[in-house]
């Protein structure tokens, strides 16, 4: 199980490229935490721009240099942190003792700091891999540079991804993951993966699929002839009838570490048979548990449960949460399709078209509601939006845009600059294939996404974004507004959000979550000036309402052009409960809120 030189797996664990992780990981944590007002950085009267932090005793200062944004931004130089004890000695930087030391000042309760800390050196010794690899001249390990991602292909520019979640800090954590399984799965080390399927007993599973699809006909799209004879095979040789079962792709991890030990009864009496892996080579994406088909682009994502905890939460699927999936992504495809407005945008989705469930008798009789053992065994097969490009356009995660390599490199000043266009005009380009489709959906429906980096695929024409594919559906969306109808059987995307939490679905997930990292970003690589950025945005907006004089009302009750909107604050709900931040089914009880951030296009108006 371990084919690894057990040296070789940890060899990105030297002293300078773990300091080096330590110090961009502290600059971040600085950073956010001060944008989350869980830390008050002290400002230098002598010293603008010059700032310090104290420990939560005292007797350790943090200092440090940064330049504050648009949305109250800290634009940290990682290089300027220093760490020293109240009579001036230096101390080297530590990034678990920086967590320890503010441990009072961030909330981290006795049972939550040490799986914090856990969090935190996973996601230290990913950076570190992904730090060897942009440093190296080694062709075996080095991996490409920002301007080289931006003229890359799809998955290249997938797996180049470093940083994760914008806001989160410890945004790697994948606990469950050894270092050989790390290397195996982690979506960085662009791996190939073969998935391992299993025969599931028909009569404890559930099979939901959208229109024009039944089981059969999904089967025979994604496995060969030959891999389902051979299944059959091996099924027929074991005294078993075929027919008595549906097939189940698993991930490799959760079959070892999950199935054939959880689910061991299961396995003894032939009601769950695993049958090997399949042919097809998969990469799994950000996400970790989602795989492309790198062998056949065109055919389905696929989606496994994986019990590892990774940024807030298990990532199992539950069998019954997900039967309505694909009806909930029909109805979102019919919407969307049928919309003028966005069909002009060019936005589209990648619908979740079949989902798989096993259900385990004895768990589901005892588990409570949310229970991870009820999510260990499920699988959902999603568009791939590879078939629906045109000649000359090529894909992009949209995390891409905020992504900056180890020499300060950024992605999205490459690609601007290979565009040929005025850099507010590519920003503009970029915003009517993203920006504009949110506010249709949110004003024309109330409908809302959640839009961040890593659901969000860009489809690309000479750098410039033409069109924007939003997935991960039917887990992220909700719909506020009692007048759009809802068919039956889907009433769990529409939520009864409060009024003035509404326009947070723009304000938080797009302007304080998105926009304000690629503001950042821009302006640090000399390419657009703070007002230039956001006054495209304003841009935007205005036109969008100008286009849609029917919806005024709409647009003064959600006004995006009011002077201040609440701070919703993402790290305090991991530090407050890093095992599950949020309950799905009603995201909005959960939120944290502290004080207001100026909107930075209000002066547009």
Avoid at 415 to 420: A, E, F, M, W
Wanted: hydrophobic letters at 40%.
């Amino acid at each position: 199980m371990h084919p690894q030189d057990p040296h070789q797996a940890v060899a990105h664990l030297t002293p300078a490229l773990w300091e080096q992780a330590g110090r961009r990981l502290i600059r971040k944590a600085l950073a956010e935490f001060s944008h989350e007002r869980l830390l008050t950085p002290t400002e230098d009267p002598d010293h603008p721009g010059h700032f310090t932090v104290p420990t939560d005793d005292g007797t350790v200062i943090y200092r440090f240099t940064a330049r504050r944004r648009a949305l109250d931004h800290w634009q940290i130089d990682a290089d300027s942190i220093t760490r020293h004890r109240r009579d001036g000695t230096e101390l080297p930087l530590s990034a678990l003792d920086f967590f320890i030391e503010l441990r009072t000042a961030l909330g981290l309760g006795d049972t939550i700091l040490p799986v914090y800390l856990e969090e935190i050196s996973s996601t230290l010794a990913g950076a570190a891999h992904k730090l060897a690899g942009e440093l190296s001249t080694d062709p075996a390990i080095r991996r490409p540079s920002a301007a080289e991602l931006a003229r890359a292909d799809f998955q290249t520019i997938e797996a180049g991804m470093t940083e994760g979640h914008p806001c989160f800090v410890a945004n790697n954590g994948r606990l469950g993951f050894d270092a050989a399984e790390y290397h195996a799965y982690a979506p960085e080390t662009g791996a190939p993966v073969r998935l391992i399927w299993l025969a599931a007993r028909r009569d404890l599973t559930t099979f939901s699929a959208g229109a024009g699809i039944d089981y059969e006909d999904l089967i025979a799209a994604e496995l060969s002839p030959a891999e389902r004879d051979a299944f059959a095979a091996h099924l027929t040789g074991q005294g078993l009838e075929p027919d008595d079962y549906r097939l189940i792709p698993v991930h490799p991890w959760q079959w070892w570490n999950r199935i054939s030990v959880t689910f061991a009864a299961e396995v003894a009496q032939r009601h769950l048979v695993c049958l090997g892996p399949g042919e097809d080579s998969y990469r799994a994406q950000q996400s970790i548990r989602t795989f492309f088909n790198t062998d056949a682009p065109g055919k389905h994502y696929v989606k496994t449960a994986l019990s590892v905890l990774n940024m807030g939460f298990l990532r199992g699927l539950s069998a019954a949460y997900m039967e309505v999936t694909p009806a909930i992504n029909d109805w979102l495809h019919d919407l969307v399709s049928a919309d003028p407005r966005l069909r002009a945008l060019g936005f589209g989705i990648l619908r979740e078209r079949a989902a798989i469930g096993y259900h385990h008798p004895q768990y589901e009789s005892v588990a409570a509601k949310g229970s991870p053992y009820l999510k260990m065994l499920a699988a959902l097969w999603r568009e791939s939006p590879v078939p629906s490009l045109e000649p000359g356009q090529r894909l992009a995660t949209m995390a891409s845009l905020l992504h900056v390599d180890a020499r300060g490199e950024a992605l999205a000043a490459t690609l601007i600059k290979d565009s040929g266009l005025a850099p507010e005009e590519w920003l503009r380009r970029y915003l009517d294939a993203y920006l504009a489709p949110l506010l249709h959906c949110f004003y024309r429906y109330g409908l809302v996404y959640m839009p961040h980096g890593e659901n969000v695929i860009l489809v690309l024409r000479d750098g410039v974004p033409e069109r924007a594919v939003m997935k991960d559906i039917a887990e992220e969306i909700a719909v506020f507004d009692p007048a759009t109808p809802i068919p039956a059987g889907i009433e769990r995307i529409r939520m009864d959000i409060p009024e003035e939490e509404r326009p947070l679905a723009l304000f938080t997930d797009v302007f304080d979550c998105f926009l304000r990292f690629l503001n950042s970003t821009l302006a640090e690589a000399g390419v657009l000036t703070e007002d230039a950025f956001w006054g495209t945005v304003a841009g935007c907006v205005s036109d969008y309402q100008e286009l849609h004089p029917e919806l005024a009302d709409r647009f003064k009750r959600y006004d995006l052009f009011t002077e201040t909107f609440a701070l919703s604050c993402l790290n305090r709900l991991q530090l407050r409960n890093n095992q599950q931040m949020v309950n799905l089914t009603d995201p909005s009880a959960a939120l944290q809120f502290v004080g207001t951030l100026d909107n930075p296009i209000a002066k547009f108006a």
